[in-house]
């Protein structure tokens, strides 16, 4: 790694994150429609086995889900 190169950006040192623990920091809004078609948006929660990758930032976690959808746990910065 050069000099020249961001290191705030870089995962903290120490335990590393399993997926389940990924899966946990994350979740996923769902948006619905009741029977008078009003919207409402809830949190699901990712289930370990759907987390196809993952990714610590430091300030957030990134997680690919098997069917494709891309899920953060905040705002990055």
Do not use: W
Not at 4 to 28: C, I, M, N, S, Y
Not at 36 to 43: F, H, Q, Y
């Amino acid at each position: 790694m050069s000099d020249t190169q961001d290191k705030t950006k870089a995962p903290a040192a120490g335990k590393e994150l399993t997926a389940a623990e990924a899966a946990r920091r994350v979740k996923r809004v769902v948006a619905t429609a009741d029977k008078e078609g009003k919207a409402t948006a809830r949190d699901v929660a990712v289930k370990a086995d759907e987390v196809l990758s993952f990714r610590d930032y430091g300030t957030h976690v990134v997680v690919v889900t098997i069917d494709g959808q891309k899920l953060t746990s905040g705002a990055a910065e």
